[in-house]
């Protein structure tokens, strides 16, 4: 009786670690996803969120482009800075740079 080989492993019933580490790197790169591209009006609105935020002392969120899923940030926009990002507090005594680029959303 021959059975029919339902996937490549089959006919092996061990896979070596280097070879398995491979396969799960490269299923996880082609799950990469591309960076949106924002347009002009978008990237006013952005713009606009940020400026409040510093004005007002508002919360905003900022969500950030990640090739393999976003993240979110909330806290308050301290100062815009074209070269070096969005300076953003999180909380009374702790802030962080933000580069521009990586923002596709503010809220």
Same mark, same amino acid.
């Given at each position: 009786? +021959?059975?029919?080989?339902? +996937? /490549?492993? !089959?006919?092996?019933?061990? %896979?070596?670690?280097?070879?398995k580490q491979r396969i799960i790197r490269e299923e996880r790169e082609q799950e990469r996803r591309v960076k949106p591209t924002l347009d002009p009006q978008e990237i006013e609105l952005i713009d606009r969120a940020l400026y409040k935020s510093m004005e007002e002392h508002s919360p905003v969120t900022l969500t950030l #482009?990640?090739? #393999? *899923? !976003? +993240? =979110?940030? $909330? *806290? /308050? %926009?301290?100062? /815009? !800075?074209? =070269?070096? *990002?969005? $300076?953003?507090r999180w909380s009374e005594d702790d802030w962080d740079w933000i580069k521009m680029n990586d923002v596709i959303s503010v809220t």
């Open positions: 009786m +021959s059975r029919k080989l339902e +996937s /490549i492993w !089959d006919c092996s019933r061990m %896979v070596m670690p280097e070879h #482009f990640a090739p #393999f *899923g !976003d +993240s =979110q940030y $909330k *806290g /308050i %926009v301290m100062k /815009i !800075d074209r =070269q070096m *990002g969005i $300076k953003i």
